[in-house]
């Protein structure tokens, strides 16, 4: 299988190179009783980050949950298609479409049976995939791979959601493709060693390291420094 950022070889969705580079944005555990005459409480958890939805859920090849099954499941997050309330069990539950439409390509619909945050859930989708838009352009870019601006899609299909401003906006007016974004120019100085802060995103992580190696290589910075200075940014990102 091949990593949907970045195309290298992965045993899943996302390679572990990039998910080096994932930030959880919400996460939430609950417990709710599952199942036909005899109900057991069951574990559930979902986390969302600006690269992935994962966690455990009831999960199901169509969207009425017949067969649902508890399981784990991951997926990179620009395939969730939707969310939206529809009665499973008998009761109103938060269902998340997710579709790959590239090799191997399926729609799965996950079940979030007793979950209450809808709202922070779909808004916490809507942001992180603002980020995992912008992250994996990035990535892509300095892979070298040709890419062509990934698309924010409407996350939300239902009314049933109060949605923040921002995912309002977009779910009015589809977003236009966001412009590549302009990797900033090395400063020709090197007389800071200013690497305070933490980097956000690639092309800042490889800003720094060229700026690492011109104080090295002009002696500013000893080979145990460099190292070091290296170490700490390899451990930010
Ligand atoms: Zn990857």
Not at 157 to 175: E, G, I, V, Y
Not at 176 to 199: E, K, Q
């Amino acid at each position: 299988m091949k990593c949907l950022i970045c195309g290298s070889d992965a045993s899943s969705e996302v390679c572990n190179k990039c998910i080096r580079l994932e930030k959880i944005i919400y996460q939430k555990e609950w417990v709710s009783k599952e199942g036909g005459l005899i109900k057991k409480s069951e574990d559930f958890r979902v986390a969302i980050s600006n690269l992935r939805i994962s966690g455990r859920v009831s999960i199901s090849d169509n969207p009425k949950g017949t067969n649902a099954k508890l399981d784990n499941f991951s997926h990179y997050l620009m395939n969730v298609r939707e969310c939206s309330q529809v009665t499973y069990g008998g009761k109103k539950t938060l269902m998340v479409t997710v579709e790959n439409k590239g090799e191997g390509a399926y729609t799965r619909y996950c079940f979030l049976p007793g979950f209450d945050e809808g709202d922070q859930f779909v808004n916490a989708i809507f942001d992180a995939k603002t980020k995992a838009a912008s992250l994996t352009e990035r990535i892509r870019q300095s892979s070298g791979m040709a890419s062509t601006p990934v698309e924010v899609t409407q996350t939300v299909a239902s009314s049933d959601f109060n949605l923040n401003a921002a995912a309002q906006a977009a779910a009015a007016t589809p977003r236009p493709a966001a412009p590549a974004p302009t990797p900033a120019a090395a400063p020709a100085s090197s007389d800071t060693v200013a690497l305070a802060g933490i980097a956000t995103d690639i092309s800042e992580f490889e800003t720094k390291i060229k700026k690492l190696k011109v104080l090295r290589d002009n002696g500013i910075l000893s080979e145990e420094e460099y190292e070091a200075e290296k170490k700490k940014l390899v451990s930010i990102f």
